[in-house]
Structure formats: structure tokens, C-alpha cells
């Protein structure tokens, strides 16, 4: 069984600051995807970023980028520069590896993060 | 990206009734599609799978009679919620892929208020 652990339920961020959320891991699965979504009061999942279990290199989108250690299991999202609109609820989430009925998600309890202008 | 609508965003309905939420895929052929639930300050769990043409595999806890869904085309997939009780109120929100893909695609979701 997979299962993903989000240790911070909320957090704050002082505007143009960087903020890590943290995430960890567990899964026996040699071959896994992780995803970290931002959800708005809109209740709209947005996808951010995407590590895959055996790609040598951090994802980097824009002003996201993962922290991917896979020894220890986390992948943590580190937003650069934060913004007002960064305001909303972050998940972590995995699916598991191969295959079309791999992209079902076990999500992580979320991070509600709150920028400060 | 793929887009992938869902309708109605809301709906309010009376216990005892049935409400059915769709999920379609505009541009792209869906062969598995996914349905979450997430009640109020909480996470998104998945409920069941859906395969076209095929019987939908539901997660354990979940009541395949009360939550029914179908997917019946490659761009459509239905979840009805049957004599639904105000506890079933949630959102609910449906993931889309293909085996090309290398993750699903959600719709908006829908906020459901059963009173």
C-alpha cells in the first residue's frame, strides 16, 4: 500500500519569500510517479510538478521545484518567490508505476499555505 | 494539457433523492477515469475506478449500489448518487487518462449539498 504524509497543515509565507512544503513517502513499488497539486478555494485540482521515481534530476516548473531524496523518501515542493495568489490548499500525491490504471492518486493530507503581503 | 469538464459544479438536492455528476473528456479518449471524494478540510480519496465498457472497481468502504458509476464511452464517464442523505454532501471531482499519458486530468469538480 502507498501512502503519502504531509507533516505541515499550515503554513505561512511572507510575500516575494521561498517555502518548502514537505512531503514523505512510503511504497514498496520499484517504479512510482509523485505530483504536487495546488487547490483553490475553487475546489479546481491545479498540477504543478511531477517527479518520476527514476528520473536522475529535481523537476523544475517556473517557480516550483521538487525535492526529490529518494533515500529518504521525500519530495518536497519549494515554491520560489512567493506570491499572493500562491495562497491555497497543496497536495502531495502518488501513483503507482506502469500502465493506464497507474494514474490513480493517493494524496497526502495537505498543506494549507497563506502568503503575507 | 487534455481537458476534461465536469458537470453540474453544484447541486443541491432533498434526501432521498438521486443526483447524477458527469465527466466527459473533450479532447482526448479516456480510457480509465478516476472519482474522488473530498469532504470538507479533508484530503481526496478515491472512491473507484472506471474502465470503458467495463464494471467500475470501487475502493473498500465504498457503496457500489449507493455510488453508481458508468462509463459507458471513451469520454464520458457518470457517477449517480442514489437516495442521497445529508452525509453524502462533499465534493466530488473525476481524473481522466490513457495509457499515452503519464497522469490523469481533472474536471472542476462538483460541490454536492444534500438537505
Known amino acids: 500500500a502507498q501512502k503519502i504524509t504531509q507533516t505541515q497543515p499550515g503554513m505561512f509565507v511572507q510575500e516575494k519569500e521561498a517555502v518548502t512544503l514537505d512531503c514523505t513517502y512510503d511504497?514498496?513499488?520499484?517504479?512510482?510517479?509523485l505530483f504536487w497539486y495546488k487547490q483553490p478555494s475553487s475546489g479546481e485540482m491545479i498540477f504543478l510538478i511531477y517527479?518520476?521515481?527514476?528520473?536522475?534530476q529535481n523537476a523544475t516548473e517556473g517557480r516550483y521545484s521538487l525535492n526529490f531524496q529518494k533515500a529518504r523518501k521525500s519530495a518536497n515542493l519549494v515554491i520560489s518567490a512567493s506570491q499572493l495568489g500562491d495562497s491555497a490548499m497543496y497536495f502531495c500525491?502518488?501513483?503507482?508505476?506502469?500502465?493506464?490504471?497507474?494514474?490513480?492518486?493517493?494524496f497526502g493530507g495537505g498543506t494549507r499555505l497563506m502568503v503575507k503581503p | 494539457g487534455a481537458v476534461v469538464s465536469q458537470h453540474p459544479s453544484r447541486v443541491i438536492c432533498k434526501s432521498g433523492t438521486s443526483v447524477k455528476i458527469e465527466c466527459r473528456s473533450l479532447?482526448?479518449?479516456?480510457?480509465?477515469m478516476f472519482w474522488y471524494r473530498q469532504f470538507p478540510k479533508q484530503s481526496l480519496m478515491l472512491m473507484a475506478t472506471?474502465?470503458?465498457?467495463?464494471?467500475?472497481?470501487?475502493e473498500q468502504g465504498v457503496e457500489k449500489d449507493k455510488f453508481l458509476i458508468n462509463h459507458a464511452s471513451l469520454t464520458l464517464s457518470t457517477l449517480t448518487v442514489t437516495s442521497a442523505h445529508p452525509e453524502d454532501s462533499s465534493f466530488y471531482i473525476c481524473?481522466?487518462?490513457?495509457?499515452?499519458?503519464?497522469?490523469?486530468?481533472f474536471g472542476q469538480g462538483t460541490r454536492l449539498t444534500v438537505v
Open positions: 481524473s481522466a487518462s490513457t495509457a499515452a499519458l503519464f497522469k490523469a486530468f
Open positions: 511504497t514498496s513499488d520499484p517504479s512510482y510517479g
Open positions: 517527479q518520476g521515481s527514476y528520473d536522475q
Open positions: 500525491a502518488m501513483r503507482p508505476g506502469g500502465g493506464n490504471a497507474g494514474n490513480m492518486l493517493t
Open positions: 479532447d482526448f479518449q479516456a480510457t480509465t
Open positions: 472506471s474502465n470503458e465498457g467495463s464494471k467500475a472497481t470501487y
